[in-house]
């Protein structure tokens, strides 16, 4: 493990060791995780697969949430790299554009500039041809959220800021080797059995030597149902963003998670899993994904 990276741990293991003095007496710790399988050509003439392993330490009390999480990746080709956790068509940078009508006014299909002046497929080359096959860490996210106090019933607002120190190493596609950093607004509404979420914010990405990250919104919305006293829920969501690279389209994603709580009535110790399925609405996001999660929440 690199010097830099183990640094980093410590400092945000130890950020969430002293967060329940510096914010209140009690509170509740959760441990959660997920494996994840992706795919996609994210606009690129090769498909992408990534195996990402996500584990998360989360502390809440009072109005205040402060969450850890970091991934672990395996990725088959050096084409896709996370900004502020999206998956971004970086690749675009490398390759050309496949599309032979013409990219230089004359329309007289000859041009085959680079693939950043236009939104078809950009042809890259076969990760077969460069033995291309990383394993290791990404960039971690720190997230501070802070709630308005109130019953579980009705609407709650918040607002939360997030940052992602630049861990991975750039060479790898898992970061761009710079920081990001995120703010928004929550709003989480229950209604019976019925539950809305909704999040917007507002990102700075860091750049790529070669490629400039377009600054912008992220979204999503949510809405869930529960039954079986809270045994067993659902939730239909989409996840989107503004462009984020200069000539591909913009990250647009819908999931479903379907949720089974263990240990329900007990506060200390409650269990759950998740499987969670998505399909891209977008070429910037990924085809398909499936992850299965888990989370483990105790009293402090």
């Known amino acids: 493990m690199r010097p830099h990276l183990r640094a980093w741990i410590v400092l945000a293991t130890a950020a969430l060791a002293v967060a329940g003095p510096a914010l209140g007496q009690s509170g509740d710790w959760s441990y ?3 494996l994840q399988l992706a795919s996609g050509d994210y606009s690129l003439s090769e498909t992408t697969r990534s195996l990402l392993l996500y584990s998360g330490l989360t502390y809440e009390t009072g109005a205040w949430t402060l969450s850890a999480s970091l991934p672990l990746i395996d990725q088959d080709s050096p084409y896709i790299t996370y900004a ?3 998956p971004v068509p970086s690749g ?8 032979s009508s013409g990219t230089d006014g004359t329309g007289s ?3 085959m500039g680079s693939g950043r002046g236009g939104r078809g497929v950009v042809e890259v ?3 077969d041809t460069l033995d291309f096959d990383q394993t290791g860490v990404g960039d971690p996210l720190l997230r501070l959220d802070w709630r308005r106090a109130g019953d579980s019933a009705g609407p709650r607002f918040g607002v939360y800021g997030a940052v992602k120190p630049p861990l991975a190493d750039e060479d790898s596609g898992f970061g761009t080797g710079e920081w990001d950093y995120g ?3 929550t709003l989480a509404n229950r209604l019976g059995r019925s539950l809305l979420l909704a999040d917007l914010g507002y990102w700075v990405y860091g750049d ?7 600054d912008g919104l992220s979204y999503s919305l949510g809405l869930g149902r529960s039954w079986a006293e809270g045994r067993y829920s659902a939730l239909a969501s989409i996840f989107g963003a503004t462009e984020i690279i200069d000539g591909a389209e913009a990250p647009l994603q819908a999931s479903l998670t379907l949720n089974r709580s263990l240990g329900a009535g007990t506060k200390a110790a409650a269990r759950s899993l998740s499987l969670t399925v998505g399909a891209g609405l977008s070429d910037a996001s990924p085809d398909f994904s499936i992850a299965a999660g888990w989370r483990i929440r105790w009293s402090g």
């Open 183 to 185: 703010a928004g607004l």
């Open 208 to 214: 790529l030597p070669d490629l400039e990250l377009e």
């Open 32 to 34: 959660s995780g997920s």
């Open 109 to 111: 299909g000859s041009s």
């Open 92 to 99: 675009r940078r490398l390759g050309q554009d496949g599309d």
């Open 125 to 127: 080359p076969d990760p």
């Open 84 to 86: 502020g956790g999206t």
